[in-house]
Every structure is written in C-alpha cells, then in structure tokens.
C-alpha cells in the first residue's frame, strides 16, 4: 500500500480519489463499507464514480465536477447506492489537485430518516459482543457484525443473499426454521437455540443463539460453544465406553488384563477433563476475590453511615443528609461494579484510549473512598511538569490509583498531631512517549523481607491488613495490560514510593 494513502486506511471519514473522466482511482474501507459490495478496493478501476450516485442525480453531480476551479474547496451532496437499506446522502467536500489532476472527495453519509436498521447496524460495527446478526421477516441476512464473520471464516458477500438455515447442519435445519416462525407469534420475547453452522471450510461450529422478532426483523447474538460441546461429547463418549467396558468385563474374564489398561487410559482422560474443569473453577474465584476486595470499601461506608443514622436519629434533617450519602455510595458502588464488567470485556481486549485527566481521575478515587475509616487524615497532594498530552485507558489506570491510594489510607502511621500523614502524586509528562507517576507516603511501610513478595497474589504485608492480598497484584497485572512497568521501595516505619512508567498511547493525528 502507498504510504500516501495509509492515512486514508485508517480515517473512519469516506475518502475517494477519480481522475478527470471521474473513473475512481481509490476509495477507502470506510467509503467501501457504505457502498454496494462491488466497489470493492480490489477493482475500484473498473467503475466511475457516477455509477455509485442514483441515476436521477448523476446530470447533476457531473455537471458540477465539470465546473470547479482549480486549488479551491467546494462542497456537494448527493443520493448515493449503499447497503443500509436506506436513502443516504453523500455530504462531502472536494478540490482539484492540480499536481495530479485527481479530484479528493472526502465526506460522510447522512440518512434521510433514522430508520431502526440503520441505528442497529452503527451499533453492530463497534459492538463489542461476539456474533450478532439481523435477519429480515423470511429469515435473509440483512446485517452480520465481524464477529460473526470471523468466527464462520465467511465475507459478507457470501452470506448477503442467503438465509440463516442455509448455514446450519442439514439434520438441524427444519427445527431452526419452524423456531424462527414461532418467534413471530411471541413478539419482543427473547428465546434461545443452539444449532450446527456449517462454516466456509465446510466445517462446523456449535452456536448459542439468542433470538428476538420486533417489527418484521428477527435480531439475534450468538457464542461458539463448540470448544464446550466438544467436550461434552467427549464425557458422553468416555462415559459410554466405561459402561462398556463394565458390561464386556463381566462377561469375558479372559480379556480382564486389556480392558483394565483401557479404563486406566479413560480414567486418566477423565481427570484431565477434571483438572481443565478445576483450573477454570479457579480462575472464577479469583475474579470473585478480586471484585469483592475493591467492593468492600464503598460498602464499609455505606454500613459507617447507616450506623451513624441510628444514632443521630433526632434530626430529620440530618437523617436526610445521611440518607442521602447513603444513596451517593450506593450509587458509586453500582457504578464500580458496571465499571468491573467493563474492565472484563475490556480484559480480552485491547485497549481503550482516551486523554486522560489526572486530577480528576485522582479526585474521583479520592471521592470513592472518602467514607473509609481516617480518610479524612490523610492530605493528598497533586503536582506535575512538562505538557499532560497523555492518552490512556481509564478504567484501567482508575483501577490502578483506586488500589494504591486505598492503601496509603489505610496503612497511615500515627504519629500523633503534629505530623500529619500524607500521600503525594507527582505527574511526569516531560516525555511525551510515557508517563512517570510516583506515589509516596509517610504510612507504616513495608519491611524490607516482604518487598520482593508485595506483588504476589493473596500477599498480605502487615497484621494490620484486613484485605484480601489481591490489590496489589491487580494493579500489577493491570499495569502490564498496559505495557507499563511499576517499581516500589519502601522503609518500615518511614513510608513507601511506588513508581509507575505508563506509555503515551497518543492518537497518530494528535
């Protein structure tokens, strides 16, 4: 690809490049994704940009490029073919380049009507679900997101004019139809399937289908499950062959010795099942751990509060302040947790950039978890230097200060009143490539024996500790999902310095 249209590659406005006859030189994906499917990148040279405009405007649109001048921008809209069911307008800016002579058209797409169908497919191109599809009444694809054409190995021109039962297994096709014309008679219910795809290899893939019919479309998500039915084959297979294998041992004792070393050799495929079973019931709790130790501390200030009003029951007024703290944390806990399936999701993927505001990011955290026992002693204090042009992702890098401030709040040394304790952030933005945060406070500190350990799962560093010894590793963790690196020095008694070095993931047209 020529470097010269490597940006257009990527921009997510329409781009096209026609000569003077408006024979189309280029278009990119985004262009591509809008019109028909035979105006595909690989032979944009056989067609003229007229062909793409509906027939009552094309007069009108060459007459228009017949009269620009040279070195100026001028502007036109049109009705153009495309795939979204719809009228669509081209709005689009255009010049003449007189080194090349080539127009550059560059414009986005405008719906004469917001129509439910078009709404959905703008949502299936950045959803972040597996499979999703949009069947018409008959049950024809309409829509199918990437996701689903990844996992089937199809193009969308392959399943553009066919019907889902094209694609399911020949023994399960009767059974897909006949639930797909009961859906119609149960309008906005949701209902399940699980069904047999045959992919473009001619292979199959077990599918979960969740199907929903409103207003003459059926709308449906879908998982692979064929990792899982595979091995339920397998234990159904296994468990037949023991039942066998008992049967034949009973009647031929002679075959005693080689039918005792074929159990012996299904046993052991059976505990490997188990052991597979046993490592993802494992990785379950550790994601149950983790949610319930950054959960307990917006609950702790809710219960603080609902104590409180107990007391302080006398006042109206004040029992309705208390009420109402109670419903602020409350609601920040909802907010965690939605934030937690986020991080999920965001976990298989990679990651989220946007520009990052420390201060707010930092009194957010502060927000969070103001309720928890001698926050209110602690005084934080925020510096920075060089130019805070820093992209990132926030959930995660949220993750990673709500942790490390939780901590220095709670391991405080009290040193009575004349020394305070305190937290100070400092933001290091003089390299644009990175960001070098460092933490430090004048808490209780980490012996020196249990630093090489503090990053270690379930580690808990002091008696005084009532978490569950997981921060510490989920920011971690976290900050290597950003190709970050995290150092820490500490002096029991004195305080702790954790230092993080984060990448700048600063768009290229920043």
Same mark, same amino acid.
């Given at each position: 690809?020529?470097?010269?249209?490597?940006?257009?590659?990527?921009?997510?406005?329409?781009?096209?490049?026609?000569?003077?006859?408006?024979?189309?030189?280029?278009?990119?994906?985004?262009f591509?994704?809008?019109?028909?499917?035979?105006?595909?990148?690989?032979?944009?040279?056989?067609?003229?940009?007229?062909?793409?405009?509906?027939?009552?405007?094309?007069? *009108?649109?060459?007459?228009?490029?017949? *009269?620009?001048?040279?070195?100026?921008?001028?502007?036109?809209?049109?009705?153009?073919?495309?795939?979204?069911?719809?009228?669509?307008?081209?709005?689009?800016?255009?010049?003449? %380049? *007189?080194?090349?002579?080539?127009?550059?058209?560059?414009?986005?797409?405008?719906?004469?009507?917001?129509?439910?169908?078009?709404?959905?497919?703008?949502?299936?191109?950045?959803?972040?679900?597996?499979?999703?599809?949009?069947?018409?009444?008959?049950?024809?694809?309409?829509?199918?997101?990437?996701?689903?054409? %990844?996992i089937?190995g199809?193009?969308?021109?392959?399943?553009?004019?066919?019907?889902?039962?094209?694609?399911?297994?020949?023994?399960?096709?009767?059974?897909?139809?006949?639930?797909?014309?009961?859906?119609?008679?149960?309008?906005?219910?949701?209902?399940?399937?699980?069904?047999?795809?045959?992919?473009?290899?001619?292979?199959?893939?077990?599918?979960?289908?969740?199907?929903?019919?409103?207003?003459?479309?059926?709308?449906?998500?879908?998982? %692979?499950?064929? +990792?899982?039915?595979l091995?339920?084959?397998?234990?159904?297979?296994?468990?037949?062959?023991?039942?066998?294998?008992?049967?034949?041992?009973?009647?031929?004792?002679?075959?005693?010795?080689?039918? /005792?070393?074929?159990?012996?050799?299904?046993?052991?495929?059976?505990?490997?099942?188990?052991?597979?079973?046993?490592q993802?019931?494992?990785?379950?709790?550790?994601?149950?751990?983790?949610?319930?130790? %950054?959960?307990?501390?917006?609950?702790?200030?809710?219960?603080?509060?609902?104590?409180?009003?107990?007391? !302080?029951?006398? !006042?109206?007024?004040?029992?309705? /302040?208390?009420?109402?703290?109670?419903?602020?944390?409350?609601?920040?806990? +909802?907010?965690?947790?939605?934030?937690?399936?986020?991080?999920?999701?965001?976990?298989?993927?990679?990651?989220?950039?946007?520009?990052?505001?420390?201060?707010?990011l930092? *009194?957010?955290?502060?927000e969070?978890?103001?309720?928890?026992?001698?926050?209110?002693?602690?005084?934080?204090?925020?510096?920075? +230097? =060089?130019?805070?042009?820093?992209?990132? !992702?926030?959930?995660?890098?949220?993750?990673?200060?709500?942790?490390?401030?939780?901590?220095?709040?709670?391991?405080?040394?009290?040193r009575?009143?004349?020394?305070?304790?305190?937290?100070?952030?400092?933001l290091?933005?003089?390299?644009?490539?990175?960001?070098?945060?460092?933490?430090?406070?004048?808490?209780?500190?980490?012996?020196?024996?249990?630093?090489?350990?503090?990053?270690?799962?379930?580690?808990?560093?002091?008696?005084?500790?009532?978490?569950?010894?997981?921060?510490?590793y989920?920011?971690?963790?976290?900050?290597?999902?950003?190709?970050?690196?995290?150092?820490?020095?500490?002096?029991? =008694?004195?305080g702790?310095?954790?230092?993080?070095?984060?990448?700048?993931?600063?768009?290229?047209?920043?």
């Open positions: 690809m020529s470097n010269n249209f490597l940006s257009l590659e990527l921009s997510s406005e329409m781009h096209c490049i026609v000569d003077k006859a408006l024979h189309i030189v280029y278009v990119n994906p985004a591509c994704s809008v019109i028909p499917t035979e105006f595909s990148q690989k032979k944009i040279e056989r067609h003229n940009f007229l062909q793409i405009v509906v027939s009552k405007e094309r007069d *009108n649109v060459k007459q228009f490029f017949q *009269n620009l001048q040279a070195g100026k921008v001028h502007y036109f809209k049109c009705e153009i073919c495309n795939t979204l069911n719809d009228v669509v307008f081209f709005n689009a800016k255009v010049f003449l %380049d *007189n080194a090349t002579q080539y127009y550059h058209i560059v414009g986005q797409i405008q719906l004469e009507r917001e129509n439910t169908l078009a709404r959905f497919k703008r949502f299936f191109d950045l959803s972040l679900l597996n499979m999703m599809v949009v069947l018409d009444a008959q049950g024809k694809f309409v829509l199918a997101n990437k996701g689903f054409l %990844d089937m199809f193009e969308w021109q392959d399943v553009q004019q066919s019907f889902i039962s094209d694609i399911v297994h020949q023994e399960e096709q009767e059974e897909l139809k006949n639930f797909i014309i009961s859906l119609k008679d149960i309008e906005g219910q949701v209902r399940t399937i699980i069904s047999r795809c045959i992919t473009k290899t001619k292979g199959f893939r077990w599918i979960s289908w969740r199907f929903l019919f409103i207003k003459e479309y059926f709308y449906a998500t879908a998982n %692979d499950i064929t +990792e899982i039915k091995q339920e084959i397998e234990i159904q297979s296994l468990l037949k062959k023991t039942i066998s294998l008992n049967q034949t041992l009973e009647s031929q004792n002679e075959e005693l010795t080689q039918k /005792e070393e074929e159990l012996r050799r299904m046993v052991f495929d059976l505990q490997r099942t188990l052991e597979e079973l046993e993802r019931n494992f990785e379950l709790d550790q994601f149950v751990y983790k949610t319930s130790h %950054d959960l307990r501390a917006p609950l702790t200030s809710i219960l603080g509060l609902v104590n409180i009003a107990k007391i !302080d029951n006398q !006042d109206i007024n004040r029992l309705m /302040e208390y009420f109402n703290m109670i419903e602020k944390s409350t609601q920040k806990l +909802e907010q965690f947790i939605n934030s937690m399936l986020e991080y999920l999701k965001a976990g298989r993927s990679e990651a989220q950039s946007q520009k990052i505001d420390f201060y707010e930092v *009194n957010s955290c502060l969070d978890l103001k309720y928890i026992k001698n926050a209110n002693r602690l005084h934080t204090t925020i510096t920075s +230097e =060089g130019v805070p042009n820093f992209y990132s !992702d926030y959930l995660r890098l949220k993750i990673i200060f709500n942790n490390i401030i939780s901590n220095a709040v709670k391991y405080q040394l009290d009575g009143e004349l020394i305070k304790s305190y937290l100070q952030i400092h290091d933005f003089t390299n644009p490539a990175q960001a070098t945060i460092t933490f430090e406070d004048n808490g209780i500190g980490i012996e020196e024996a249990y630093l090489s350990k503090v990053f270690d799962m379930f580690f808990r560093a002091t008696e005084k500790s009532d978490g569950s010894g997981l921060g510490m989920i920011v971690k963790q976290t900050v290597h999902k950003l190709n970050g690196t995290i150092q820490i020095k500490s002096r029991y =008694g004195e702790t310095k954790i230092t993080l070095v984060i990448p700048n993931s600063l768009p290229q047209n920043e």
